[in-house]
T-cell receptor, first 112, second 117 residues
Framework: AQSVTQLGSHVSVSEGALVLLRCNYS??????LFWYVQYPNQGLQLLLK??????LVKGINGFEAEFKKSETSFHLTKPSAHMSDAAEYFC??????????FGAGTRLFVKA | DADVTQTPRNRITKTGKRIMLECSQT?????MYWYRQDPGLGLQLIYY???????NKGEISDGYSVSRQAQAKFSLSLESAIPNQTALYFC????????????????FGPGTRLTVL
């Protein structure tokens, strides 16, 4: 069975500060891992994905995530937050089958 | 134009009414999904379809049914709506041909906000 835990339902940062959104997963097989972003009144869109290539994955809008097998983590970071980064972020895991398990989401607030 | 469209975008209905939510895609993907999003719960899979003749229940299919009318169309029905089906509903697609299944990203529609009074 697979599961995803996102630590913190809400995260608030100042504009220009580091963004760190935490995700831990559980999987009995090598996982595929994803981060999606949801802006208000929109569907989810892919930020980045890990598919067993490089452990440091770079995505759109300056975000990146590092796969750490020993810690079963896939945390999302961005060096400098921008107001436009305010959104809800979802971590997701798949075992290569039909199903993708989504975390509960973390809402990011960016203060001016 | 959007690749995955959903209609309607918003719907208010009453308990006991039959409701259909529609999804169309122009991405040429074979796999389609229906999810429900509730605050604090993330996305839960209702139904998924790997092609027109293959439809499968997800984790929360009770009270819902689906129809895959064509590769590009996948509709979700609530036969008799109840208030706890009030939620945001998303359709998504993925392509099984572009790499191993599971490594494929899903593409989401803009969602339908359904309120059952």
């Amino acid at each position: 069975a697979q599961s995803v835990t996102q630590l913190g339902s809400h995260v608030s940062v100042s504009e220009g500060a580091l963004v760190l959104l935490r995700c831990n997963y559980s999987s009995s097989v090598p996982p595929y891992l994803f981060w999606y972003v949801q802006y208000p009144n929109q569907g989810l869109q892919l930020l980045l994905k890990y598919t067993s290539a490089a452990t440091l994955v770079k995505g759109i809008n300056g975000f990146e995530a590092e796969f750490k097998k020993s810690e079963t983590s896939f945390h999302l970071t961005k060096p400098s937050a921008h107001m436009s980064d305010a959104a809800e972020y979802f971590c997701a895991v798949s075992d290569g089958g039909f199903k993708t398990i989504f975390g509960a989401g973390t809402r990011l607030f960016v203060k001016a | 134009d959007a690749d995955v469209t959903q209609t309607p975008r918003n719907r208010i209905t009453k308990t006991g009414k039959r409701i259909m939510l529609e999804c169309s895609q122009t991405k040429g993907h074979d796999r389609m999904y229906w999810y429900r999003q509730d605050p604090g719960l993330g996305l839960q899979l209702i139904y998924y379809s790997f092609d027109v003749k293959d439809i499968n229940k997800g984790e929360i299919s009770d009270g819902y049914s689906v129809s895959r009318q064509a590769q590009a169309k996948f509709s979700l029905s609530l036969e008799s709506a109840i208030p706890n089906q009030t939620a945001l509903y998303f359709c998504a697609t993925s392509d099984s041909a572009s790499g191993r299944a599971g490594s494929n990203e899903q593409f989401f529609g803009p969602g339908t906000r359904l309120t059952v009074l």
